[in-house]
């Protein structure tokens, strides 16, 4: 880490990052002794430059080195949706890229890493260097599931690395925190979590929003209830300059607009679509942002089919774009590209949902947004006259709608070069209960509550102008108190990863999303026989489909759906009613519900092209696929390595506070695989080889070329039959060979965890087969089974050792505290986030030296 600054100030700093020089609030954030909790800013004013180059300056040049000391080495920017994912990891790297500072790989300590983390775009490798600076962006699923010990799309052995990640040496941006629902208790609990439980290294959270609500910060464990909200908004100092001020005051007239939304969609979309044609003026931006993704797919289309009708030439076409949540990465990522294109002549209308209402760095002449919360709309109108180029000062007036525009080409009306927002009226609660009956009420005014609507609506009758000095006089009393809050006890149960009997694990969904707003991820297939290929998926293939919407689709009996088995390492079919949040699955293509024009339509006649994907197999509890080598290593050889990655992590991250016990890490690299010598890993890593191979003979192996293939852990018994030890798992064998030489409990579990399939519990699992006399047996290892005396470098020896399963039953005995026993009272001590974290870095360690 640089330990005297490279800039004079932070203002040189940001110039060099930006291009422009930096508001007095974000010289405060990045210069004041403490960070704020809340940064509360109007939309268009340099949020995320401000929170990524204030992290930097404290992190790598501020002149003080306890401040320097102070910031966290990870920064994790946590968003609601896809689109700003996106937009803010590509301006996080171009901001390091003038600074000279976007790191050229992972493992450059020099430079600084960006990562994102959404559903279909997930780079993992970002937990193989916990002592680089990194920046993680991603959206509340991907972000929370890890900081829960439940991440979404990704191995669930996993879990463990990133959840210690994730939770030690780190500082939480939320950004549009008024999307977040029930996620945003969650990060205030977590925050507080980290303070009381402990974390390695410093932890910090900030909260971000133009329209932030402080009491649903202040839950029950939140630190913001104790030390009071502190909070960073715009200074005087800020009111004054030009540019500020330009925004501040940018004009947005408010105009109702004619179409009402009401039980006729499809007739609503059609008188939409013309009234936002006659609206569009040329060479310009045209937003309408609707509340459901089926509404944007139903205005889209109506739009294509009104200028059709109307016979315009396609080239005089204002470009049309839809954008939503639910498009597959390869689709969203060129929607993304062309939402910021420059516009053509004839200008562009983009259809879309809340997946644009927040953060996306776009600036319209025209919007349209329908009736939403308080909170949303705000956002919304954030992405019209954005800058203030379409004007500025107060409206007085509003002049005549009736009127001719020369530049409005597809309508008699429009708005000159005046801003201009129309907000969309939905039908009431008493209007839809006499016309349709409450059904219908509650359909048309999700994802909100009628009441959130009806406030909104009276706001808006009483406004000519929505710009954001006009909308400071107006307080909106806020949401109640989210009713799932994620609890001490809640997050201490997550921290066992064991699935219960039945194959299922616990779910988180309800502490990071509404319970109608959980997603699932889903890709297509091709394939002949009666089950998929073992292969996973692709990013671009990944596309999110809402639980419920995929639950009909399946119940309608269009397809079946298979997800990805980690005991069996197959993919196997599951019934609707077992589909969960966070689960990843397979359909096959004839099954449709995709079209690449508009997205999931759950239409079995709509089938997605298949996309390039590779033949990776996902992890299961026989295969380690990150730990696997391509030659043959002796175990003391491979042990030297680990201890050695131990040793450059620890130097790297010497000032970490409080200090990691790096002694018993160093010991627990020693005995991490010291179960290997056991005669079913040797067995399974040399029977392909020549019988008159010398290897067959040497060793004992760490790796062999293939890590041991599945299936084949088997040991001779005295007739010298084959044996299969059906889920051999070496990790556990060396932590039984560790306690049984009186080795410490913290090295006995970092060796057990090391592959984070042997945790909190022992036990057998389905398909072992029980040995004959023998009444103790687990993961493959049997009461009794003998280890020979092996060298295990450094000085530590492990004689013959015979392996002792004692510990898996319930309560002490003889041989001392059970296995559960002992692995509680290491989670208590040490507390869940600091003791994943222990365990990340001995599995890093591994992973790292099997990659050399």
């Given at each position: 880490m640089t330990t005297a600054p490279a800039y004079r100030t932070f203002s040189d700093l940001f110039i060099q990052a930006t291009g422009y020089e930096p508001f007095p609030y974000q010289v405060s954030l990045a210069?004041?002794?403490d960070l704020p909790y809340v940064l509360n800013i109007p939309t268009g004013l340099g949020k995320t430059a401000a929170v990524i180059a204030a992290w930097l300056w404290r992190r790598r040049f501020h002149p003080d080195l306890d401040v320097r000391q102070a910031a966290p080495r990870r920064l994790v920017y946590c968003l609601p949706t896809r689109v700003l994912v996106e937009q803010t990891a590509e301006n996080a790297?171009?901001?390091?890229?003038?600074?000279?500072?976007?790191?050229?790989?992972?493992?450059?300590?020099?430079?600084?890493?960006?990562?994102?983390?959404?559903?279909?775009?997930l780079e993992d490798d970002w937990d193989l260097y916990p002592e680089a600076e990194a920046i993680l962006v991603g959206t509340q699923d991907m972000l929370l599931s890890r900081a829960l010990n439940r991440g979404y799309a990704m191995s669930r052995y996993r879990w463990p690395i990133q959840f210690g990640l994730i939770n030690n040496d780190v500082l939480w941006i939320m950004d549009e925190v008024q999307l977040m629902g029930a996620g945003l208790a969650?990060?205030?609990?977590?925050?507080?979590?980290?303070?009381?439980?402990?974390?390695?290294?410093?932890?910090?959270s900030v909260w971000v929003s133009a329209t932030v609500d402080l009491g649903n910060l202040q839950t029950v464990d939140s630190p913001l209830k104790a030390t009071g909200v502190k909070t960073l908004q715009l200074q005087p100092g800020d009111l004054t300059h030009n540019v500020v001020?330009?925004?501040?005051?940018?004009?947005?007239?408010?105009?109702?607009?004619?179409?009402?939304l009401g039980k006729d969609e499809k007739k609503y979309a059609a008188s939409l679509a013309n009234e936002v044609l006659h609206s569009h003026r040329i060479g310009s931006l045209t937003i309408v942002i609707v509340n459901q993704v089926s509404r944007a797919q139903g205005v889209y289309q109506a739009l294509r089919k009104a200028l059709t009708d109307q016979k315009f030439p396609a080239a005089d076409w204002p470009e049309l774009l839809l954008i939503h949540s639910r498009f597959r990465r390869h689709e969203r990522q060129k929607k993304n590209e062309e939402l910021h294109r420059p516009l053509r002549e004839t200008g562009r209308i983009v259809v879309a949902t809340q997946a644009i209402e927040a953060g996306v760095d776009i600036s319209a002449k025209t919007l349209f947004t329908e009736l939403a919360p308080w909170p949303s709309l705000v956002?919304?109108?954030?992405?019209?006259?954005?800058?203030?180029?379409?004007?500025s000062g107060r409206i007085e007036t509003l002049p005549s709608r009736d009127f001719p525009e020369p530049d409005c080409r597809y309508g008699p009306y429009g708005g000159g070069d005046r801003a201009q927002v129309f907000w969309i009226d939905i039908e009431s609660t008493s209007d839809q209960a006499e016309n349709s009956g409450r059904t219908a009420a509650s359909k048309l005014s999700l994802p909100y509550s009628m009441d959130e609507l009806n406030w909104a609506r009276a706001a808006l009758e009483g406004l000519r102008d929505v710009g954001p000095h006009a909308l400071r006089s107006i307080t909106y009393p806020g949401a109640e108190q989210l009713g799932h809050v994620i609890r001490q006890k809640d997050l201490i149960e997550l921290f066992d990863t064991s699935p219960d009997l039945s194959g299922f694990d616990l779910?988180?969904?309800?502490?990071?999303?509404?319970t109608d707003e959980h997603d699932i991820q889903v890709f297509w297939r091709q394939w002949e026989g009666d089950s998929p290929p073992s292969g996973g998926p692709s990013p671009d293939e990944l596309c999110p489909v809402g639980l419920y919407d995929l639950k009909e689709f399946l119940k309608k009996g269009a397809a079946i759906a298979w997800y990805w088995d980690g005991l069996e390492g197959t993919w196997l079919p599951v019934p609707a009613d077992q589909i969960f949040a966070g689960m990843t699955l397979l359909l096959p293509v004839e099954a449709g519900g995709y079209d690449?024009?508009?997205?999931?339509?759950?239409?079995?006649?709509?089938?997605?092209?298949?996309?390039?994907?590779?033949?990776?197999?996902?992890d299961s509890m026989d295969d380690d696929h990150g730990s696997q080598a391509k030659t043959f290593e002796e175990l003391v050889e491979h042990t030297d390595k680990v201890v050695g990655q131990i040793n450059h992590l620890q130097h790297h991250l010497s000032m970490t506070k409080p200090t990691p016990p790096w002694a018993e890490l160093v010991l627990g690299a020693r005995w991490h695989d010291a179960g290997k010598v056991h005669p079913a890993f040797q067995n399974a890593i040399t029977e392909s080889l020549p019988l008159e191979d010398p290897r067959r003979q040497g060793g004992p192996w760490a790796k062999g070329g293939i890590g041991g293939a599945k299936g084949n852990y088997w040991v001779a018994d005295q007739a010298g039959n084959r044996v299969k030890r059906q889920h051999f798992r070496h990790e556990l064998a060396s932590a039984l060979a560790a306690l049984a030489n009186g080795v410490n409990d913290l090295v006995v579990y970092l060796a057990a965890a090391h592959h984070g399939k042997v945790r909190l519990l022992i036990r057998s699992l389905p398909g072992e087969q029980a040995p004959i006399g023998i009444r103790r047996f687990a993961r493959g290892v049997w009461d009794g089974d003998e280890l020979p005396a092996t060298d295990l470098g450094g000085g530590v020896n492990m004689p013959k050792t015979v392996l002792d399963?004692?510990?898996?039953e319930m309560g002490a005995n003889d041989r001392g505290p059970s296995w559960l026993e002992r692995a509680i009272r290491l989670r208590d001590s040490y507390g869940p986030l600091r003791l994943a974290y222990l365990e990340a870095l001995l599995r890093i360690a591994d992973w790292r030296a099997s990659r050399e």
């Amino acid at each position: 880490m640089t330990t005297a600054p490279a800039y004079r100030t932070f203002s040189d700093l940001f110039i060099q990052a930006t291009g422009y020089e930096p508001f007095p609030y974000q010289v405060s954030l990045a210069t004041d002794r403490d960070l704020p909790y809340v940064l509360n800013i109007p939309t268009g004013l340099g949020k995320t430059a401000a929170v990524i180059a204030a992290w930097l300056w404290r992190r790598r040049f501020h002149p003080d080195l306890d401040v320097r000391q102070a910031a966290p080495r990870r920064l994790v920017y946590c968003l609601p949706t896809r689109v700003l994912v996106e937009q803010t990891a590509e301006n996080a790297k171009e901001m390091l890229r003038r600074l000279g500072l976007l790191a050229v790989q992972p493992s450059d300590l020099d430079g600084v890493s960006v990562y994102s983390l959404v559903g279909g775009d997930l780079e993992d490798d970002w937990d193989l260097y916990p002592e680089a600076e990194a920046i993680l962006v991603g959206t509340q699923d991907m972000l929370l599931s890890r900081a829960l010990n439940r991440g979404y799309a990704m191995s669930r052995y996993r879990w463990p690395i990133q959840f210690g990640l994730i939770n030690n040496d780190v500082l939480w941006i939320m950004d549009e925190v008024q999307l977040m629902g029930a996620g945003l208790a969650t990060t205030t609990q977590l925050q507080g979590f980290r303070d009381k439980m402990g974390t390695f290294g410093p932890s910090h959270s900030v909260w971000v929003s133009a329209t932030v609500d402080l009491g649903n910060l202040q839950t029950v464990d939140s630190p913001l209830k104790a030390t009071g909200v502190k909070t960073l908004q715009l200074q005087p100092g800020d009111l004054t300059h030009n540019v500020v001020q330009q925004r501040v005051y940018a004009s947005k007239e408010l105009r109702k607009a004619r179409t009402r939304l009401g039980k006729d969609e499809k007739k609503y979309a059609a008188s939409l679509a013309n009234e936002v044609l006659h609206s569009h003026r040329i060479g310009s931006l045209t937003i309408v942002i609707v509340n459901q993704v089926s509404r944007a797919q139903g205005v889209y289309q109506a739009l294509r089919k009104a200028l059709t009708d109307q016979k315009f030439p396609a080239a005089d076409w204002p470009e049309l774009l839809l954008i939503h949540s639910r498009f597959r990465r390869h689709e969203r990522q060129k929607k993304n590209e062309e939402l910021h294109r420059p516009l053509r002549e004839t200008g562009r209308i983009v259809v879309a949902t809340q997946a644009i209402e927040a953060g996306v760095d776009i600036s319209a002449k025209t919007l349209f947004t329908e009736l939403a919360p308080w909170p949303s709309l705000v956002q919304r109108f954030g992405r019209c006259n954005r800058y203030g180029e379409y004007g500025s000062g107060r409206i007085e007036t509003l002049p005549s709608r009736d009127f001719p525009e020369p530049d409005c080409r597809y309508g008699p009306y429009g708005g000159g070069d005046r801003a201009q927002v129309f907000w969309i009226d939905i039908e009431s609660t008493s209007d839809q209960a006499e016309n349709s009956g409450r059904t219908a009420a509650s359909k048309l005014s999700l994802p909100y509550s009628m009441d959130e609507l009806n406030w909104a609506r009276a706001a808006l009758e009483g406004l000519r102008d929505v710009g954001p000095h006009a909308l400071r006089s107006i307080t909106y009393p806020g949401a109640e108190q989210l009713g799932h809050v994620i609890r001490q006890k809640d997050l201490i149960e997550l921290f066992d990863t064991s699935p219960d009997l039945s194959g299922f694990d616990l779910d988180i969904s309800r502490f990071v999303r509404e319970t109608d707003e959980h997603d699932i991820q889903v890709f297509w297939r091709q394939w002949e026989g009666d089950s998929p290929p073992s292969g996973g998926p692709s990013p671009d293939e990944l596309c999110p489909v809402g639980l419920y919407d995929l639950k009909e689709f399946l119940k309608k009996g269009a397809a079946i759906a298979w997800y990805w088995d980690g005991l069996e390492g197959t993919w196997l079919p599951v019934p609707a009613d077992q589909i969960f949040a966070g689960m990843t699955l397979l359909l096959p293509v004839e099954a449709g519900g995709y079209d690449p024009e508009i997205g999931w339509t759950a239409e079995p006649t709509d089938r997605p092209k298949i996309l390039p994907h590779s033949e990776v197999i996902p992890d299961s509890m026989d295969d380690d696929h990150g730990s696997q080598a391509k030659t043959f290593e002796e175990l003391v050889e491979h042990t030297d390595k680990v201890v050695g990655q131990i040793n450059h992590l620890q130097h790297h991250l010497s000032m970490t506070k409080p200090t990691p016990p790096w002694a018993e890490l160093v010991l627990g690299a020693r005995w991490h695989d010291a179960g290997k010598v056991h005669p079913a890993f040797q067995n399974a890593i040399t029977e392909s080889l020549p019988l008159e191979d010398p290897r067959r003979q040497g060793g004992p192996w760490a790796k062999g070329g293939i890590g041991g293939a599945k299936g084949n852990y088997w040991v001779a018994d005295q007739a010298g039959n084959r044996v299969k030890r059906q889920h051999f798992r070496h990790e556990l064998a060396s932590a039984l060979a560790a306690l049984a030489n009186g080795v410490n409990d913290l090295v006995v579990y970092l060796a057990a965890a090391h592959h984070g399939k042997v945790r909190l519990l022992i036990r057998s699992l389905p398909g072992e087969q029980a040995p004959i006399g023998i009444r103790r047996f687990a993961r493959g290892v049997w009461d009794g089974d003998e280890l020979p005396a092996t060298d295990l470098g450094g000085g530590v020896n492990m004689p013959k050792t015979v392996l002792d399963l004692a510990c898996m039953e319930m309560g002490a005995n003889d041989r001392g505290p059970s296995w559960l026993e002992r692995a509680i009272r290491l989670r208590d001590s040490y507390g869940p986030l600091r003791l994943a974290y222990l365990e990340a870095l001995l599995r890093i360690a591994d992973w790292r030296a099997s990659r050399e």
